[in-house]
């Protein structure tokens, strides 16, 4: 649950170094957040949207650390529809509408100040786990969560990427997720679908945490074409979450997302009630 007021922690001050050292995407969101959602990449076309790509993705590192310098809040950072707004990874585009904006179509444009449909479930997801399902009218899902991606080479559509160029850059990001800033969250979501299997990469080791095949089967029973796979790490003083799933973007199942906001519901209010990250069973 997002914080009166933020905070930018040692962690995540010592993370903005490492990213910058080594030429890395960093992500957006809220630093405090419970919730991490790792997705595959992002869908910017880096020739025809060179000016989006440097403002969402090469400027990231900076942006972030001027965050830090004017210790920025949410209620800080412009709404995009302003007169002249300025991206911020903290809230990007604040103030889109809950709705798909659709390209136009004999000049008429539906969703008008809307938003994309990855959004739009990810919204749906922290509607699921913070607001009891009832959908919010804005997109605010920045405020509950950080986000980042498994490979930082954008393109509109994931085959216009050569597997090797993708290759290299998830590898180069391993090491980036065993810092301490990523490691600290309680509820990972890896909505990346088969990036796990096809690009070699082990998520109990990565975070970790120990693969659950009863609970997963029994989470994924029924769903046609979705499927949850889920991950505990029940020792010690930082127990943790790991739930990997489909890319949440298109052919997602309406009781997925229920699923899934279950499931983490759960371990949000353990937080709130015992005063800790995940409870041990």
């Not at 007169?83 to 390209?103: A, C, D, H, M, W």
């Not at 490979?151 to 990001?173: C, G, H, W």
């Not at 979705?226 to 979450?241: A, F, M, T």
Request: charged share 30%; net charge neutral; with cysteine.
């Amino acid at each position: 649950m997002p914080a009166n007021e933020l905070h930018f922690s040692s962690d995540f001050k010592d993370i903005i170094t490492y990213c910058k050292e080594n030429k890395l995407f960093l992500g957006a969101g809220n630093p405090n957040a419970d919730i991490l959602i790792i997705r595959k990449e992002a869908a910017i076309d880096m020739e025809k949207n060179k000016e989006q790509h440097e403002t969402e993705y090469l400027d990231n590192v900076d942006q972030w650390e001027q965050n830090i310098q004017n210790n920025t809040q949410f209620e800080d950072v412009d709404c995009w529809f302003s007169l002249k707004p300025t991206f911020n990874p903290l809230y990007p585009y604040k103030g889109q509408r809950n709705v798909i904006e659709s390209s136009p179509i004999k000049g008429k444009k539906r969703g008008e100040k809307g938003t994309s449909r990855t959004w739009r479930f990810y919204q749906k997801l922290i509607d699921a786990i913070y607001h009891d399902d009832v959908e919010s009218s804005h997109i605010n899902f920045h405020e509950y969560s950080f986000i980042s991606e498994l490979n930082q080479i954008t393109a509109p559509y994931a085959n216009k990427i050569p597997k090797k160029d993708r290759l290299v850059s998830i590898e180069k990001r391993k090491p980036l997720f065993e810092e301490n800033f990523f490691q600290q969250f309680p509820i990972v979501i890896v909505a990346a679908g088969h990036y796990i299997r096809d690009f070699d990469i082990n998520l109990c080791k990565l975070f970790k945490v120990e693969y659950d095949e009863q609970a997963s089967k029994e989470f994924s029973e029924g769903l046609k074409n979705n499927w949850i796979n889920v991950h505990y790490n029940r020792k010690g003083e930082s127990p943790k979450l790991l739930i990997h799933t489909n890319q949440l973007s298109v052919n997602i199942e309406k009781e997925l997302i229920k699923r899934l906001g279950e499931i983490t519901k759960k371990s949000v209010l353990e937080q709130v009630i015992l005063g800790k990250k995940l409870t041990n069973k």
